[in-house]
């Protein structure tokens, strides 16, 4: 680190952008206070109010709905690492339902994909079935001219997901983003599963990027909470605006928390991407496995383009044999616990097909890799999965 890092002149109090010249410094420096007496953390704020007396748009603080000093440090954060403005929620799906209703004030299509989470998926269901004016057409984000079909029947906001969960399909969001800019659509990617760190979907042309920072991002299976990021100043404006008004903000316990977890996020990744790729493997030589996915199996060119610095901590693969020998081999792991969510520390796996509504193969078994040492984990998975 140079040494103008340190000290506390006026001079070291301006931001060192221009000295970080890769994320994996920004993320472990993002939002930090340089001045005299600034905290080392920003101090988890437990308020309902702000004093404050005039007019609100005045003062920086007023009512707790309408902001604290801990979301906004970990806001800061998530923006510096993507170049943008960001926004927390409750959790993922408050921030995908103010961005499903900051983006549909125009437009009532929204162009999504047929393998998307599950309750994203559900809620355009139910937000179409309930009579709120949402039209979903769902489609294959894999096959570009179906989407271009879908988008030319007029502006929609498209709703992108890449990787996919639970089969880890990759699709090409900068050709995505090429076709809705053309057709004048706005584009939202689900950024979740690789976290800001390992795709760029601002860089690619998306108009926002989502996470669940319950996921990766946070990584310690701690908390619930979600964010946006984006370089639309006008459409920030209107997320906070329905964030306001629909109420789904950030705990400041969850967000310093988040904050705390995100520090680490590059160490984290590596381990986890590394342990991936090997598991992946080592499954796809193994005597019970019919199929594994992972993009890092994977040999297409543009997919690793669009992933240059890993492919992220999840895995999926089909034993060869019925759903109760892989609910068996799930329950058979000692270190590996059974359970949904992903991208933790911590390695968790499920057989998928156990939720109904998912589609996924009887057999097939979804594992988050954890930052355990990969000879305990290979262990565990042989042992588990028997011979
Ligand atoms: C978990 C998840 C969400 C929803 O986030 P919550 O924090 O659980 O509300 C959305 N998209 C993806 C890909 C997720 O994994």
């Known amino acids: ?18 000295l970080m010249s890769d994320l994996r410094t920004t993320i472990v420096h993002a939002a930090e206070g340089r001045a005299q007496g600034d905290p080392s953390q ?32 970990l806001e800061r954060a998530l923006g510096e690492i993507e170049n943008a403005r960001a926004l927390t929620f409750a959790s993922g799906m408050a921030a995908a339902t103010a961005l499903l209703l900051a983006l549909t004030e125009q437009t009532q299509r929204v162009v999504a994909p047929r393998d998307g989470y599950y309750t994203v998926r559900l809620l355009l269901e139910r937000l179409r079935s309930t009579g709120r004016g949402i039209d979903p057409v769902l489609v294959d ?70 996470v669940s920072l319950t996921k990766a991002t946070s990584g310690h299976s701690d908390l619930l909470l979600g964010a946006v990021t984006t370089r639309d100043d006008d459409l920030y404006a209107r997320l906070v605006t329905w964030r306001t008004l629909t109420g789904g903000i950030p705990g400041p316990v969850e967000a310093w928390l988040a904050l705390r977890g995100m520090r680490t996020l590059a160490l984290r990744l590596e381990r986890q991407c590394a342990n991936a790729q090997q598991i992946a493997e080592f499954l796809r ?17 543009w997919a690793r383009a669009q992933m240059p610095a890993g492919f992220g901590p999840m895995l ?36 998928r097909a156990r939720w109904t509504g998912e589609s996924a193969p009887p057999s097939l078994i979804r594992l988050s890799v954890g930052v355990e040492h990969i000879e305990d984990l290979i262990a565990d998975i042989d042992q588990a999965l028997g011979s």
């Not at 019925?322 to 609910?327: I, K, R, S």
């Open 42 to 73: 920003a101090p988890i704020e437990l308020t309902a109010f702000h004093v404050s007396s005039g007019d609100p748009a005045e003062v920086p603080l007023s009512y707790g709905r309408y902001g604290t000093t801990t979301w906004t440090a």
């Open 285 to 301: 030589a193994h005597g019970r496995v019919r199929r594994v996915h992972y993009p890092g199996l994977d040999e297409d060119p």
């Open 1 to 18: 680190m140079p040494s103008r890092h340190r000290g506390t002149s006026s001079a070291d109090s301006l931001p060192a952008a221009e």
């Open 141 to 210: 984000l894999m096959d570009v001219d179906s989407v271009r079909t879908a988008l030319a029947v007029g502006p929609a906001l498209l709703w992108a997901e890449s990787p996919t969960n639970p089969l880890l399909r990759v699709c090409d969001l900068g050709a995505l983003s090429r076709i809705a800019a053309e057709l004048g659509s706005a584009m939202i990617v689900d950024n979740t599963l690789l976290t800001p760190l390992l795709q760029r979907p601002l860089e690619l042309g998306a108009t926002a990027s989502f």
């Open 316 to 351: 999926s693969f089909e034993l060869d044999g019925n759903a109760a020998d892989a609910d068996a081999a799930v329950e058979r792991a000692r270190i590996i616990r059974p359970a949904t969510s992903f991208g933790g520390i911590d390695s968790t796996w499920e057989r």
